[in-house]
């Protein structure tokens, strides 16, 4: 539950870069044309949970009991630096403004089976320090990462964190294609929980969640594994190792022009981080990522028109009280 929320603000915060990728590709090759909206999202199948193994003795089950009317604030900052390769030509994107998100969530229900209903919504998003981006892209991220401030929603989650059912209300203000870009990354919020494993755990316990989340139009296959560091008395340490591919593909990605498509080539992507969790928070008290990703795309319509290579550095912090 507590890296589903998480994961989920990831996606929403990289699509934002992927817009500001498909600008910068679309400024150099062509006239600025009418948006495509990406179609509508294709269900995915549920994460899945492996135990590779239950760690040392003592042992003790992981459930999470956050308090009715809890209310927890999060702030998470993300830094990104990314290379973008356009038909052999590099742009001028390195370091891209740091993103700061602030959301909350509050419990409103837990039921006699432990599930827990909880809301949450996002108050503030903003970019902010020194970017070699032009001015005028990073006025466009911050227009369109600030459409998520007022993005809410309504939970429910087991015990163990595995959610169960999610409802999302978008911002009435938005445009179309800006609906259809977060009903497309909701859908893929509600497959990303990350329960814990059924039996009692020990320090060194290893589980895997495979999940197939959508990023700014892609599908990917991703295998998160987590393993137990260390217990304190209302808590435990984690860490967390991120593997993502995804094979060949056509892209629906927010920001392209109508005559215009995009498949993936190749993606791969490599992460790793640190999370204190508390039995009693929705929201981990403090986490950390650094990950690297590598896509290859080129446009079979017109074909061979535009190739283009994105590296990406990723490091992300979150603290909460």
């Known amino acids: 539950m507590k890296r589903a929320l998480l994961a989920g603000t990831v996606l929403l915060l990289t699509v934002g870069s992927g817009y500001i990728a498909a600008k910068a590709q679309q400024s150099t090759l062509a006239p600025e044309k009418p948006v495509l909206a990406p179609k509508p999202p294709v269900p995915t199948p549920r994460p899945t949970l492996k135990l590779l193994t239950t760690g ?18 999060a702030t ?16 001028p994107i390195n370091k891209l403004p740091t993103t700061v998100l602030t959301f909350e969530t509050l419990v409103n229900q837990i039921d006699p089976d432990g599930d827990i209903h909880y809301q949450f919504r996002y108050t503030n998003v903003d970019v902010v320090g020194a970017s070699k981006l032009l001015p005028t892209l990073v006025g466009q991220l911050r227009t369109q990462l600030q459409k998520l401030k007022g993005f809410q929603g309504l939970v429910v989650a087991d015990s163990r964190g595995q959610t169960k059912s999610g409802k999302f209300n ?10 259809q870009m977060l009903k497309q990354i909701t859908h893929s919020v509600e497959q990303l929980s990350s329960p814990v494993p059924e039996p009692a755990l020990g320090v060194g316990a290893k589980w895997q969640v495979v999940s197939a989340p959508k990023l700014n139009g892609i599908a990917i296959q991703q295998i998160t594994t987590y393993e137990l560091v260390s217990f304190q008395t209302d808590g435990m340490t984690l860490n967390v190792m991120l593997a993502q591919q995804a094979p060949p593909q056509q892209m629906n ?9 995009l498949m993936l080539k190749s993606l791969s992507g490599m992460g790793k981080g640190q999370a204190t969790v508390k ?3 929705l929201m981990p008290l403090n986490s950390s990522m650094i990950s690297q990703m590598r896509s290859e795309m080129e446009s079979p319509n017109p074909p061979g028109v535009m190739k283009m290579t994105t590296n990406t550095r990723m490091e992300l912090t979150l603290k909460s009280k």
Do not use: C
Not at 76 to 91: Q, R
Not at 170 to 179: H, V
Not at 253 to 261: K, V
């Open 56 to 73: 040392t003795t003592p042992r003790q089950l992981i459930r999470f009991k956050p308090a009715i009317n809890s209310k927890q604030i």
């Open 76 to 91: 998470m900052s993300m830094d990104m630096e990314m290379g973008l390769l356009i038909a052999n030509k590099s742009m």
């Open 170 to 179: 978008l911002p009435p203000e938005l445009d179309n294609a800006s609906k």
């Open 253 to 261: 990605a927010t920001g392209l022009p109508n005559d215009r498509t």
């Open 279 to 281: 039995f009693d928070r």
